[in-house]
C-alpha cells in the first residue's frame, strides 16, 4: 500500500479480486480534497488467460471511454501503463451492492418495477454502442449512497458486437446462475444482458439465488407473487430462447412503463430514456410514450393485433418475393450450383482495428456452402454483404435466403427492401416509408417495428442508389447499424462497390462467382429442351481465348445464360447471334434483349395491344423507374410529374375546376348568384392550399379505434364550435351581411348557427380521425391505395353527411341541404377523396396522351405473362435490372427530355465490364 501510481494516483486499500485483475480503492493527488477513486490492476488468477484477460481489460477501458459520461456508469479517468503493468482508474461510487441489500431483504413490487426501469435504461444506452455487458449481478450493481441510483460497474466482461472476425469462437464469460444459455455456449447477444436482468429481479423478489431455479424459469415457478403483467414482463426477460426475449433493452423498458404509465412511473421513465446515451437515445427516437395504453401479451410477448401484424407482414413478404418472383425466376433454375467466395477486404472492420492479413485473398468456399450457412454461422447481429456481377443471381440468392428465413421462427420479420428509393437522410425514416408505401404498414407500427428491432433488414439493390448517392447510402447504412444493431444483408454489384470511397461496416462478405462451364454445358444437356443450336454454338465458342470477345464467357451470367435459353429455343446454331471479334460485349447483350423481346412477343398470343405500343409503354415505364430511383411499380403512387411539362397546367386546371365544382356545390345553397362566384373563389383557394395540387397520396387501411376516437372528439369538440363562429361571422362580414351582425338578435342568430355548425364538424372530425391506421393491410391487389381510398372516401362521406344534416334540420333557421353538402365534401375529402379525384384525372390525360393504357393493371399482367415484369405484391417490377436498363436506354436519341434518362442509364452501365 502507498504506491504512487503515474505520480498521481495513491494506493489506499485493497478492496478485492476478480478472475482477471485486483480492485484497491485509491486517492487522487493531483484534485483538490484529493478524493477518492477505484484502480484495477490486470492481474489474472490462472495466467493461461493472460491473453484473454488483456483483451478484455483493453476492451473495459474503450468501452467506458465510448460510453462516457452517463450518470449510472462509473467515469473512466484513466488507462494506465506502468511498469510492465496495466491499469484502469475509476470514479468511486459510493455504497453498497444489490448482492449486500439481497443478504438481509427482498424487493418489493414497486421496488422491482423501479429496478427494472433504472436498469433497462442503463443497458438502453450500453446496448445503443453494440456492446454486451456479460456480466449482470448483483454484486456489479452498485446503489449510490445519497440518491439511492443504481450504477451497473465491471465492465470486463463486456463484448462489443463484430470486434472479433466472423467465425471466430467468443470466451464464455459471465457468472454462473445469471448467464443466458447462448452465452453459456460462447454466443452472447443483447437479450443475454436481459436474461441476466431478470433473472436479478427474480433473486431480489424470491430471495434465492438463481442456481437454485428449474429450468424453464417463471415468476410461478420460482413462487414470486407480482401483478399479472409484470410477471409477464419478468417471464420473457428469462425466456431460454433468446428470439422469444425483447428484442432491446428499449423495447422491454416500453412494455414495463407501459403497463405503469397510469401510476405515473411513466413519465419517469421518459426521462430517463431522454438521458439513456447521451442524448442520442432520446424517447422520441425510441417511439416511447407516456400515454401509452396497457396491451395484453400473447403467449409470444405481443398483444394478438401486433401478432397479427406480425403474421400479415410474413405472408405479404412470402406471397410478394417468394411467391411471385422467387417461384419465377428467370434464372433460379441454375443459382443453386453457384460458387461462393469469402471477400475480408470487401468490409471496414469497426473501429479501425484490423484482423488478420491486409490485403487478404479472396477465399472459395467448400462446394455446396449455401448463403444461408454463412449467415447462420455469424450468429446475433449478424450483417452480411453480397456482392457478384451484373446478372450473377444477387437478387436470387437473397430471395432464396428469405425463404429459409420465413420457415425458421424468429423474433425478427425478415423484409426485402430496394435501397433504390433511398434518396437521402437517415434510413430509420426512409424503412418506415417503405414498409408504408409497398407493404402497407401504417407509419406507426413501421416506426416502432424499426426502433424495436423487429426486422430482418433484406436490402437488395445498392448498386440501383444514384450514383451520387451511393457513398452517402454506404455511410447511412454503417450509421444505422452503429444506432440500431439490426441484423442486415446488403446486395450489390462488384464493381460498382470497389469503387467506393467507403466500405460496409459488416461482418462478412461473400461473392457469387460465374458459371462454370461444366455447369452451363450440365444446364444445357437437359433433355427435350430444344436447346442443341446453343450448346453447339457455345462448344464451338470454347476455343476462343479472349475472354472479352468469347461468347461462353458471357453465358456464365445465370440471367445471361437463361435469356439465351429462352430466345434460342429450338433454334439451329446458324439463326443465333454470334458475337463478332471486336464488338463490346455490352453492344451483343443489347441485341441479346432485343431478340429476346422480339421472341417473348412471338410467343403471346395476338391481343388488345401492338408490339410497338408494348415496348413504347414499357420504354416508358422503365425510364420514369430510372429517374425516380425505383424497382418496384406501384399503380397508386403514379404522380403528376409522369406528365410532359406541356400538360401538367392542364392538369392543374383540371383539378382547380374539380375544386372550384366542390365550392359551387356547398355555395349554391345558401348563396345568391350575385354572391357566389367570390364563395367559389374562395372555396377552392381552401381546397388547393389544404390538398395540394403536386402530390398524390392514397389512404391506408382503417380500423375502428375508441382511444383515437376519445383523444381526438375532445380535439374537435375543442376547436370545432370557435372555428364554426369565426367561419360563419367571418363570412357574413365578407358577403355583406355586416350590418345585420351588428344587431344583437342577427349576431346571436348567426353565433348559435356557427358555434352548431362547427361542434358538429368537431364531431364528425372525431368520430372519422376514430378510424386510424393500426393494422397491416392483407390485400395485394394493383392500384390497392386507390381503392383503399374510394372506400374510406365513401364510408366518410355518408358518415358526414348524415352527422350534419341532423343538426342542419333541427336547427330549421338554415338549410339542413348545406350542412349535408358540407358533410358530404368534408368526409370525401378527409377520407382520400381527393387523392381518387387527382389520380382519376392524371390516368385520363396519361391515358389520352398516349403514355399509358387505360386499364393498366391488364397490361402489366400481360407484359408478366410475356415474361418482361414479375408481379410483386400489388405492384411490378422488370424480371432483371438489365432489362430495366435496356429499355430505359431506347428512344432516348429522338426525344430531349429523356436526356437525364440517358445519362444516369449510361451511369448504370458504365461499370458493368468484364475483367
Known sequence: ????????????????????????????QQLPGSPLCVVKQLNPIHTEALETATRLFNLEAETLYRLGEHPQIPRLLAHIEEAGELYLVQEYIPGQSLADEFRTSRLSVDQAIAFLQDLLTVLAAVHSQQVIHRDIKPSNILRRQGTGQLVLIDFGAVKALQAAPSGDLTVAIGSLGYMAPEQQAARPCFGSDLYSLGMVVLQGLSGRHPMGFEMPVTCAGVGVRVPGWLAGVIDRLVCLDHRERFGTAAAALRALCGR???????????????????????????????????????????????????????????????????????????????????????????????????????????????????????????????????????????????????????????????????????????????????????????????????LLLLLDGLDEVGFGRRAACVAALNQFHQDYGPEMVVCC??????????????????????????????????????????????????????????????????????????????????????????????????????????????????????????????RSLAQRLVMTS?????????????????????????????????????????????????????????????????????????????????????????????????????????????????????????????????????????????LSGKQVGNTSRPNAGIWQSVRNSTLFALVSMVTLYVPGFLLGNTKASFWAATGLAFGFAAGGGEALIKHTLLRMMLTMSGATPWNYSKFLDYAVASIFLQKVGGGYMFVHRLLLEHFAAQGKENDPSLTRVAKASTVLGSTDKKT
Not at 502507498?2 to 487522487?28: N, T
Open 1 to 28: 500500500m502507498g504506491q504512487l501510481l503515474a505520480h498521481r494516483y495513491r494506493i489506499e486499500k485493497f478492496m478485492g479480486q476478480g478472475g482477471f485483475g485486483k480492485v484497491f480503492l485509491a486517492h487522487d
Open 260 to 454: 405503469e404509465g397510469e401510476s405515473g412511473r411513466s413519465t419517469q421513465a421518459t426521462m430517463l430514456l431522454g438521458d439513456a446515451s447521451g442524448g442520442k437515445l432520446g424517447a422520441g427516437a425510441l417511439g416511447f410514450r407516456s400515454s401509452t395504453q396497457p396491451t395484453v401479451p400473447s403467449a409470444s410477448g405481443y398483444s394478438q393485433q401486433a401478432d397479427r401484424n406480425r403474421q400479415a407482414l410474413l405472408n405479404k413478404v412470402r406471397r410478394f418475393w417468394i411467391e411471385g418472383v422467387l417461384d419465377r425466376s428467370l434464372h433460379g433454375q441454375v443459382l443453386l450450383h453457384l460458387g461462393l467466395e469469402e471477400r475480408p477486404d470487401a468490409i471496414a472492420p469497426p473501429w479501425q482495428i484490423t484482423y488478420g492479413t491486409p490485403g487478404q485473398s479472396p477465399q472459395p468456399l467448400p462446394a455446396g456452402t449455401q448463403v444461408s450457412h454463412v449467415f447462420e454461422a455469424i450468429g446475433e447481429g449478424r450483417t452480411l454483404l453480397i456482392l457478384g456481377e451484373p446478372g450473377a443471381g444477387k437478387t436470387t440468392t437473397l430471395l432464396s435466403l428469405t425463404r429459409q428465413l420465413l420457415e425458421r421462427p424468429s423474433q425478427r420479420l425478415p423484409v426485402i427492401f430496394n435501397l433504390s428509393s433511398w434518396l437521402n437522410g437517415p434510413i430509420e425514416p426512409w424503412l418506415v416509408k417503405e414498409l408504408n408505401s409497398k407493404y402497407q404498414v401504417p407509419k406507426a407500427i413501421g416506426r416502432r417495428w424499426v426502433d424495436e428491432q423487429q
Open 493 to 618: 454489384r462488384i464493381r460498382d462497390y470497389e469503387i467506393l470511397p467507403h466500405k460496409l461496416q459488416f461482418q462478412a462478405a461473400l461473392y457469387l462467382r460465374p458459371l462454370t462451364d461444366k455447369q452451363i454445358l450440365t444446364y444445357l444437356n437437359r433433355p427435350d429442351q430444344g436447346l442443341t443450336g446453343l450448346k453447339s454454338l457455345l462448344e464451338q465458342n470454347a476455343a476462343v481465348q479472349d475472354t472479352t470477345t468469347s461468347l461462353r464467357s458471357l453465358a456464365r451470367s445465370p440471367l445471361i445464360l437463361n435469356i439465351m435459353v429462352l430466345t434460342y429455343q429450338g433454334v439451329s446454331s446458324a439463326e443465333i447471334l454470334r458475337l463478332g471479334q471486336h464488338q463490346d460485349y455490352r453492344d451483343y447483350q443489347h441485341q441479346l434483349f432485343d431478340a429476346y423481346i422480339q421472341r417473348m412477343l412471338e410467343r403471346r398470343p395476338p391481343g388488345a395491344y401492338r408490339p410497338e405500343q408494348i415496348k413504347g409503354w414499357l
Open 630 to 770: 425505383q424497382t418496384v411499380f406501384l399503380i397508386e403512387r403514379i404522380q403528376p410529374d409522369w406528365l410532359q411539362p406541356g400538360l401538367r397546367w392542364v392538369y392543374v386546371a383540371g383539378l382547380w375546376c374539380s375544386f372550384f365544382a366542390i365550392a359551387i356545390l356547398l355555395g349554391a345553397q345558401v348563396l345568391a348568384p350575385d354572391r357566389l362566384l367570390l364563395a367559389v373563389v374562395l372555396g377552392g383557394l381552401i381546397c388547393s392550399r389544404i390538398f395540394g395540387v403536386s402530390r398524390i397520396t392514397p389512404a391506408e387501411t382503417l380500423r375502428w379505434s375508441w382511444r383515437q376516437a376519445r383523444n381526438n372528439l375532445l380535439l374537435g369538440l375543442t376547436l370545432g364550435p370557435p372555428i364554426g363562429w369565426s367561419l360563419k361571422v367571418g363570412f357574413g362580414f365578407i358577403f355583406g351581411d355586416g350590418p345585420c351582425l351588428l344587431n344583437g338578435t342577427c349576431l346571436a342568430n348567426h353565433s348559435l348557427i356557427g358555434l352548431a355548425f362547427g361542434a358538429t364538424l368537431g364531431l364528425t372530425f372525431g368520430l372519422i380521425r376514430g
